[in-house]
């Protein structure tokens, strides 16, 4: 069977995936990471940086032997998906994406860090505090922090830049819910048109959050086109 590498969004860990995963190993060689800092990773005194997570990724290949990755990652596993792309063509094969944030600017950081403050996870939505505090055991709030500090880097320093777009080759579906108020359909189609081997697939009544797409939509969805 084709391997398939999942990779998890900010915030999350690669049991993100464990919904979907039975109904795709029965077509693929699943594989899963936690990026540094994540989930059971362990501790890290590095900042987050796409490229470092790419750097995991790399590493995890070469362990499993792995010379050419089909990836789908997942907002920001997508992102460090399409960097690795970019960066070392040669490693990928195809890319599926779901509710990436593909154009980082000022103002989407400010957006997306107005949340990420752990004093404030903990009083306004408690219920996320302890899910994070499941995902990242005894340091979530350092995940949480960090993964601000990487935005607001995003934000002055895309990792992927507007005219690097034409330059992925490689067969690439973007998925993307029609209510996503993160990724935003309106950029990703921008980006779309850039990349001259992508799709498009619009999730009907899908907003951001991993837990409300439909699993049985979107893993038809990947199966079809890593398979064909």
């Not at 795709?24 to 540094?36: G, P, Q, T």
């Not at 796409?50 to 499993?64: K, M, P, Q, R, T």
């Not at 980082?104 to 219920?127: S, T």
Request: hydrophobic residues 35%; charged residues 30%.
């Amino acid at each position: 069977m084709p391997h398939l590498l999942l990779l998890h969004g900010a915030l999350g860990c690669k049991e993100q995936f464990s919904e979907i995963e039975p109904a795709l190993a029965e077509y693929f060689e699943i594989h899963k990471l936690d990026f540094e800092g994540h989930g059971q990773s362990g501790k890290t005194e590095s900042p987050f940086r796409i490229s470092y997570f790419a750097e995991n990724v790399l590493g995890y290949l070469d362990e499993h032997a792995i010379d050419k990755a089909n990836i789908f990652g997942y907002s920001m596993g997508g992102y460090v998906a399409l960097y690795i792309a970019l960066t070392h063509p040669d490693r990928i094969n195809k890319i599926g994406t779901l509710g990436t944030i593909l154009q980082w600017d000022k103002e989407v950081v400010k957006r997306e860090c107005r949340y990420l403050y752990p004093k404030k996870i903990e009083e306004k939505v408690p219920r996320f505090a302890d899910i994070l505090n499941q995902r990242h055991p005894d340091r979530w709030k350092r995940v949480v922090r960090r993964t601000k500090e990487m935005l607001e880097h995003l934000g002055m320093n895309p990792s992927i830049s507007s005219k690097d777009w034409k330059e992925i080759e490689h067969t690439v579906r973007l998925h993307i819910g029609d209510k996503d108020n993160t990724a935003d359909i309106e950029k990703t189609v921008e980006v779309y048109k850039k990349m001259p081997n992508s799709q498009l697939m619009v999730l009907p009544k899908t907003k951001h959050p991993f837990e409300a797409v439909n699993q049985k939509v979107l893993t038809t969805s990947i199966i079809d086109f890593f398979i064909k």
